[in-house]
């Protein structure tokens, strides 16, 4: 059975377009359209593993945002103080005039992190962010 194709328009900055069709090209897709169903793809498959953090872990928030967007500085703290028991330390760096990457180390209850690492990932100026954990329990 074949899945139908739907038409969807989504506005972009010129420059993460740009740097998408370089990498749609080096990669060998036969059309952007390919390679936009294959970064959702793979976002998905992100979201999913997200869905099974549970119990307790350590892990990591990296950020990179736009501090001159206005209220998104203030947001990142307010978020950060909300979940101030999960975090254990965070690095800041100023990247350029307008970018800073952040990373905040974390140790609790997985669903928590979860929700800490979406709140910032939602936030208008976020323009990178990776959650990464691991069981605190493993053996390694």
């Known amino acids: 059975m074949e899945t139908e194709l739907m038409r969807i328009g989504v506005s972009l900055p010129d420059t993460l377009l740009s740097k998408f069709d370089e990498i749609i090209e080096k990669r060998g897709y036969s059309s952007r359209s390919e ?6 793809r793979s976002y998905i498959s ?34 950060q103080h909300h979940y101030s ?6 690095v800041h760096i100023h990247l350029d005039h307008d970018n800073c990457f952040e990373v905040v ?12 690492a979406e709140a910032i990932m939602s936030l208008k100026g976020v323009k990178f962010s990776k959650l990464t954990t691991v069981a605190s329990n493993e053996k390694i």
């Open 35 to 40: 390679g936009i169903r294959d970064a959702i």
């Open 46 to 79: 992100y979201y999913e593993w997200m869905g099974d953090i549970k119990g307790h872990r350590v892990g990591t928030v990296a950020v990179i945002y736009d501090h001159t967007k206005r209220g998104l500085s203030n947001a990142l703290a307010d978020i």
């Open 85 to 90: 028991h999960l975090i254990k330390s965070s």
């Open 105 to 116: 180390v974390l140790d609790g209850d997985g669903e928590e992190i979860k929700e800490l």
